[in-house]
């Protein structure tokens, strides 16, 4: 069965018409251009080169019909070569006459314009010569052959192509193409010129999206493109200044809750070894876990730059510590594994997806694909898994499955955003699945 949208002619449109708005509006502009060229065109050959064609070859079929009467009349040979001399003189014309010979009539032609000609003095000689004929027209000589039978042989006469032809029809479509190649290199200038600032504008809110800096970003082009502009910017400073907000208010009380931290520890120390005691300083470590969490939150956005690292070295290391924890890791990978990253954070991210496994697992498996342009990161986990629908929900901060469990051991539901955070900013994505080995799968997928 035919589905409906096959006949719907939108469907079509939207198929066949190109993608890109800088094609789409070259279509805009050359489609109307060239069909007024069209039209143009078939109106000029049909009406007015025709016209000028008909008359240039009545002209010269009526010379020749004079001809023609002269020799029917007089006949002698000092007749004929006076008419031989005015004719080549007078008329641009070359007569010869081939006694007792048997004409061919027909046209034989070639080129683009020279059947038209042809048709048209053809057309001319019936009316005014009103004997057998035949014309030769070559575009390779400029001389056009015809042949009159008479009584007594073929008066035969070569005219300059050019007598006939008129040149108006040559010089027209030469223009036409000249100036529509000209004007459709400036109209592609001009729109490229017209859509860069669009482009940039994208370029821009893409950058934004992953976190990107857009330090150069200007509005700029026609009026409308610089608004959009201008919005995406006051857009982005507000996004940006609450982001700030956000992490100064975190940062400060991360900050301050510190120095009484230090105190308590060093309290702590002094003190004599006891049941309470070290239930205080175990509380006192959590409570310096968590806080470094935060601060290591709010410090997703500082500068470090890139640099090349292998992502199996940074997994060995992970290996010996989750082996000294009594738990077992291992690595598979496929083509080259170095990637440029921001070292710190990166493996920032890569140990909070990590820790997670081993906190909730015993077996610890991670596989690198490298695909040429996107590298895989998998790391799979054999602990208790994760309900699917909290898959988005773990990525939001200070979000924990088990809440009152989780906080005993200092945790705080930062570890997946922090890591997600990062992951962005390097332009790729994280996101879960269920591991085949009954745990949790988390997935990451950068940019090579
Ligand atoms: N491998 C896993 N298996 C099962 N549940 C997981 C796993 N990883 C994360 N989770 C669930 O997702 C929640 C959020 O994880 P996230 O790493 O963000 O925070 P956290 O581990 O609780 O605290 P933090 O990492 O900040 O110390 C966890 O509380 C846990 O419930
Ligand atoms: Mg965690």
């Known amino acids: 069965m035919i589905r409906l949208r096959y ?51 009545f002209a010269l079929a009526g010379e020749i019909s004079i001809m023609v009467q002269e020799m ?28 007792n010979r048997e004409l061919i009539p027909g046209i034989e032609t070639s080129g683009t314009w020279e059947p038209f000609t042809a048709e048209a003095l053809s057309h001319a000689l019936e ?22 039978q008479m009584d007594q042989g073929i008066l035969r006469v070569f005219a300059l192509e050019r007598r006939i032809f008129s040149s108006s029809a040559y010089i027209f479509l030469m223009w036409l193409v000249g100036s529509s ?45 610089r608004t959009a502009a201008r919005a995406f910017l006051d857009m982005h400073e507000r996004i940006k200044r609450q982001m700030e907000q956000r992490t100064a208010m975190l940062a400060g009380i991360s900050h301050d809750l510190r120095t009484p931290l230090t105190r308590m520890k060093l309290a702590l120390a002094i003190m004599p ?5 070290h ?8 409570m310096e876990r968590m806080i470094n969490s935060y601060l290591d939150f709010v410090r997703g956005e500082e500068k470090e730059s890139a640099q090349r690292v292998d992502l199996v070295n940074i997994f060995d290391k992970f290996m010996h510590t989750v082996q000294r924890s009594g738990k077992n890791m291992t690595v598979k990978f496929d083509g080259d594994t170095s990637i440029i990253v921001r070292p710190i954070a990166f493996e920032r991210a890569l140990q909070n997806i990590v820790s997670n496994a081993e906190k909730y697992g015993d077996m610890i498996d991670v596989s690198i694909v490298n695909h040429g342009d ?23 901060p200070f979000f924990r499955v088990d809440a009152s469990r989780s906080i005993d051991s200092g945790s705080v539901g930062l570890g997946l955003p922090i890591a997600q955070d990062i992951i962005l900013a390097h332009g790729g994505r994280i996101w879960l699945d269920q591991s085949p080995s009954g745990g949790l799968r988390a997935c990451i997928q950068l940019p090579v």
């Open 72 to 99: 029917e009349e007089g006949r002698d040979r000092a007749r004929f070569e006076d008419l031989k001399r005015y004719a080549s003189q007078s008329l641009d014309l070359l007569v010869t006459f081939e006694p």
């Open 127 to 148: 009316q005014q010569v009103r004997k057998p004929y035949s014309i030769a027209l070559d575009p390779d000589d400029e001389w056009i052959n015809i042949g009159i």
């Open 279 to 286: 239930a205080l300083k175990s509380d006192v470590s959590d």
């Open 273 to 277: 070894e006891n049941d309470d005691t």
């Open 181 to 225: 190649i000209i004007l459709f290199a400036i109209a592609v200038i001009f729109m490229r010129n017209q859509i860069r600032p669009i482009l940039r504008l994208a370029v821009a809110a893409e950058r934004f999206g992953v976190g990107r800096d857009i330090a150069h970003f200007k509005p700029e082009g026609a009026r409308e493109v």
């Open 374 to 396: 996107l590298m895989d990161i998998v790391i799979d986990d054999d602990g208790p898994g994760l309900d699917e629908k909290y898959y988005d929900d773990v990525f939001k």
């Open 7 to 57: 006949l719907n002619p939108w469907f079509w449109m939207r198929k066949t018409l190109p993608r890109t708005l800088f094609a789409r509006s070259l279509l805009i502009i050359v489609v109307p251009a060239l069909l007024v060229q069209i039209v143009t065109t078939i109106v000029f050959v049909d009406n007015h080169w025709r016209k000028v064609s008909s008359r240039l070859a």
